[in-house]
Every structure is written in C-alpha cells, then in structure tokens.
C-alpha cells in the first residue's frame, strides 16, 4: 500500500503522524496538522487500504500502526506534532472543575494515549519546558475524570530530577498528589506531598508548600 501510485506526500505524512498516535486522529486535529492536504491524506490512506474509521476517530489497526512507528516515523516540521497535544491539554486542562470543564473534559478524554505519547516524545526529545508547562493541564484532567495513568508524569518528575530542575519535580510530585488524593490513594497522596514539601521549602515557594501542607491536611482530615 505504501509503494501505491494513488499515495502521495500529503498521504504518506498522514501515515506517518497515524503511527505516533495510539488513539488515532480527530477531524479537527488533522486539520491543525496538516492543513491543506488534511482531507487528500484521508482519502488517500484510506483509499490504499492503510488507515480505518474507528469511532469517528481516523487511525491504524495496531501492527500497522507498530510499523509506521518504528519504521516511518514524521518528518520535517511534522516531527513537532507533540507540541499539538502539549498545547492542547495545556489550553483545556486547567478548565476541568470550571466553566468550560465539561466541553474540556469531552475534547481531552479521547486524546489522552496520544497525549501520553506527545509527554514521551517530549521527554525524550529534551523539550521538558513544554512538557512541565502541560504538567498542570494534565493533572487536573487526571484528576477530574478520574481516568488515565500517572506514567508520564511520573516519567516527566524523574526526568527533572534528572535535569536538576527543582520546579519542575516539585511541579509533578504536587499534581501526582493531587491525582492520588482525588482516587482515594491516601499513602501515594502523602508520600507525594512529603516529597514535594521540602523542595518548595528549598526555592522558597511559599505557596507551594502551603499547598503541600493543605494537602496533608486534607488527608488527615
């Protein structure tokens, strides 16, 4: 299907941006990223054979999405499709538990595999900025549906650690609080918090450690 005449650029791009994203693609963020060509990459993939409509969702069934990640990974300015997904949880995380929160909790829920893929890349790839900066937008999703696992936030607070970013871990031991304390997971919560505290301490964060105290109040409580 790869080598077919009916496949161009535009739909070999689709193919490869599919095989980075576990839960295949919405209409609307094809569009965001690829423009133009986003509907001729459709028809085309789906055309050759390549690509499924699955729950209204675009996407690879798993052995041919396994291939096209290992073997065709994104080119050019599409090797930045993380920064998308960053984005994205960035802008509508923060509003769960506020106005807007149902229609965030509706756009980010479906995209969560992909946004943990966008959180890998990133750490990976060294830009722990953006993914720190999405930290916050993640946790409060994570935290209000209910749904999702803490891995790459937990991956993101060692690769801090790692990095000598005190910010940063801090940051992701809170959220991971939080996400623990709203799941009931009291002995996660309290470890979390405790191992935040004395960082915050450190930068002189005296909101952080505030929180941090409230936090292991709540628990007590």
């Not at 149902?102 to 990976?124: H, K, M, S």
């Not at 000598?164 to 009931?184: M, Q």
């Not at 301490?201 to 105290?213: K, L, Q, T, W």
Request: charged content about 25%.
């Amino acid at each position: 299907s790869l080598q077919s005449s009916r496949l161009t650029e535009a739909g070999r791009r689709l193919f490869r941006l599919l095989g980075q994203l576990p839960a295949g693609i919405a209409d609307q963020d094809r569009r965001a990223l690829l423009g133009g060509d986003s509907l001729t990459a459709r028809e085309q993939v789906q055309g050759v054979g390549l690509a499924v409509m699955r729950g209204g969702r675009l996407d690879l069934l798993p052995p041919v999405r396994d291939h096209a990640r290992r073997v065709h990974p994104p080119e050019g300015s599409d090797t930045a499709w993380f920064r998308h997904y960053l984005a994205l949880v960035t802008e509508h995380g923060p509003k769960m538990g506020a106005d807007g929160g149902a229609e965030a909790l509706e756009r980010l829920v479906p995209e969560l595999p992909n946004i943990d893929a966008a959180f890998d890349t990133a750490i990976a790839g060294g830009t722990l900025d953006l993914a720190v900066a999405a930290r916050y937008g993640l946790s409060e999703t994570l935290r209000f549906s209910g749904l999702g696992s803490t891995r790459c936030l937990e991956s993101l607070a060692a690769a801090c650690a790692a990095a000598d970013d005190p910010v940063g871990h801090a940051s992701c031991l809170f959220g991971l609080g939080d996400i623990a304390l709203a799941r009931s997971e009291h002995v996660a919560a309290r470890s979390r918090y405790e191992a935040a505290l004395p960082l915050y301490r450190r930068m002189g964060d005296v909101r952080g450690e505030a929180n941090c105290i409230k936090g292991l109040g709540d628990i007590a409580l």
